[in-house]
């Protein structure tokens, strides 16, 4: 006889199951997304669906910031249309942080890299400072893997902060990051969607925290291409104006 989960198992359960259907309904999208499902027109063969259902091994701290060294090879253009569109958001990107529901704030970083050959979006970044609102002031590190040629699979990354992490492109073409379950006593789950800024000039997100006690929390990051860091392409990005 299998007793039913109780206690923070039972929340978990509980917490999950609220999520799955508010990433069904999440609204917005980053303008790559919409570029990419237009071109795809379709899912991705059987390659990227054993690529979703296994987890990475890479690890990130949650206690040191990601080092961006300056690139100097130029990346190519990729024949893949849908990644030759994706690459025009390759770029390192600066800003802030606020967690509206306990006024903190802090500096965030976004790495995004197009890999032109295999195909998929790399995302890192770093939020230096109180992001859940619970106190605790540090480094956490989030990162994901997209399938470009199939937008609609779940890739798990595992982190030391936020543990599991996949990234997606939902049917409303929301690109969200989900943490489904957070390490630590205090934060249950964590989620971001982000949106291209007007200006074409970064990225605007909005993330929301669940804690193990079923409280919430909500908040906001702004980010801006950085003067430096970028990559040549040969592909002109957002990050990088025309000559």
Request: aromatic letters at 4%.
């Amino acid at each position: 006889m299998t007793l039913p989960p109780t206690g923070r198992a039972a929340r978990r359960q509980t917490q999950k199951r609220r999520r799955m259907a508010l990433g069904a309904g999440a609204l917005g999208a980053v303008v790559v997304i919409g570029g990419v499902a237009v071109a795809l027109g379709g899912g991705g063969g059987d390659n990227d669906t054993k690529e979703a259902t296994k987890p990475t091994t890479s690890t990130s701290s949650s206690t040191t910031s990601t080092t961006v060294p300056v690139p100097t090879t130029v990346v190519p253009k990729s024949s893949n249309l849908v990644t030759a569109l994706a690459q025009q958001y390759d770029g390192y990107y600066e800003g802030t942080f606020t967690n509206t529901s306990f006024d903190t704030t802090g500096t965030a970083t976004l790495l995004l890299r197009i890999d032109p050959v295999a195909n998929t979006m790399t995302i890192t970044s770093d939020f230096d400072g109180d992001m859940f609102g619970g106190g605790a002031k540090e480094i956490r590190k989030i990162e994901s893997t997209i399938q470009l040629g199939d937008p609609n699979a779940t890739v798990a990354t595992r982190t030391t902060a936020f543990g599991a992490v996949t990234g997606r492109i939902d049917p409303s073409l929301a690109l969200i990051l989900t943490a489904p379950d957070v390490p630590g006593a205090q934060v249950a789950s964590f989620e971001l969607t982000g949106t291209l800024k007007a200006d074409r000039t970064g990225f605007d997100a909005t993330y929301s925290v669940i804690f193990e006690d079923g409280s919430t929390a909500d908040g906001t990051v702004t980010l801006t291409c950085s003067a430096n860091k970028q990559r040549p392409s040969e592909v002109q990005t957002l990050c990088t104006p025309p000559a």
